[in-house]
């Protein structure tokens, strides 16, 4: 699309997804006024207080950087209204926005959301999408409204999901494809031709927010939806299988076209390509694996060391079943 004349741009966003927009906007002609990130968090071993990427990028390009913890308050809402923003891109900001807020900007509040909606509103679209088995995902630039992901739609960009794609690989390329998008919306917007296309509610579903306790792998389920798991988990919270009192945790797997009578949980293979257990329909071939205590390693590397592994049979424990939200 053209350039049209540059708008002047409020950014609210926080984790690497938001700083990929935030960079597209960066190299293009419009300005960048302020940016709203979410407060330091304590980080790694040290917890000292760490900046999240966003707020990172803005003061390496000598952007005013704001952290309010609630925009809730009259004098934070006075405070965007004396920027004159005629637009505000929001991007897995963290913060709810007032309908003030929304109000405020010439041309309101856009938002960048990983997925093709009104399928998986919500947290967590982008490993939902992986889970259920869809074959395709992408993004939706949105005009925000007081709902959860509700506002009207102004451009969507799908691309595929491949059979190896974990949510790391999705994510990377939802990132870049959102910024393309977004720029591309901005154009719309400000040259009057934008056409907001309205959600179909009865499409919609919720991508909730992640559990730890979801990311455990019950042997008894199929190999295929185990394979998902472990790609939906990659790279947190980690799908896990149970071991004694302690957690293995599964990096990479692949479904093996064969079929097996063997136990749910048993070792009915081991070789350079992995570890092949059975499931309850299929078997799944654990490629890297990080034992308790450990790091990660290639399963064929994890069979040298673990020589146990090589017995016939060898049973992994059964967890419960899990609820999937």
């Known amino acids: 699309m053209s350039k049209t004349d540059p708008l002047n741009i409020v950014f609210a966003g926080t984790p690497d997804f938001a700083a990929e927009a935030l960079a597209a906007l960066l190299g293009s002609n419009h300005n960048v006024i302020a940016v709203y990130t979410q407060p330091d968090r304590p980080a790694g071993r040290g917890r000292k207080l760490r900046p999240s990427p966003v707020k990172a990028l803005a003061l390496e390009h000598g952007i005013e950087v704001r952290q309010p913890v609630s925009l809730k308050s009259t004098e934070e809402q006075v405070a965007l209204r004396e920027l004159k923003p005629d637009i505000m891109v ?11 807020i929304l109000q405020t900007p010439r041309l309101g509040c856009i938002n960048i959301h990983a997925s093709l909606l009104p399928r998986w509103r919500g947290a967590a679209p982008i490993q939902r999408a992986i889970l259920a088995g869809d074959a395709k995902s992408g993004v939706t630039i949105m005009q925000m409204d007081e709902g959860l992901d509700t506002g009207d739609m102004l451009l969507k960009r799908s691309c595929p999901i491949g059979a190896q794609d974990n949510s790391q690989m999705l994510h990377d390329r939802l990132a870049a494809l959102g910024g393309e ?13 934008a056409r907001p ?17 979801e990311a ?10 185990l394979d998902r798991q472990v790609r939906a988990f990659n790279p947190w919270p980690v799908a896990q299988a ?3 009192e ?5 990096w990479r797997a692949q479904v093996v076209a064969q079929t097996s009578s063997a136990t749910p949980g048993t070792v009915v293979a081991t070789g350079k390509a992995g570890i092949d257990v059975a499931t309850g329909e299929g078997l799944l071939r654990l490629q890297q694996i990080q034992m308790p205590g450990g790091r990660a390693l290639a399963a064929a590397d994890l069979v040298n060391a673990r020589p146990e592994f090589k017995s016939p049979g060898f049973q992994f424990d059964l967890a419960a079943p899990a609820e999937t939200p």
């Open 242 to 244: 149970p071991m004694g």
């Open 246 to 250: 302690k957690m293995m945790r599964v």
């Open 90 to 100: 929001v991007v897995a900001y963290g913060l709810i926005l007032p309908t003030a």
């Open 216 to 225: 455990t792998l019950d042997w008894r389920r199929p190999a295929e939806v």
């Open 197 to 213: 296309e309205k959600q179909n509610d009865a499409l919609a579903c919720y991508a909730a927010k992640l559990s730890k306790a």
């Open 181 to 193: 998008a977004m720029l591309d919306t901005l154009t719309l917007l400000a040259s009057g031709s």
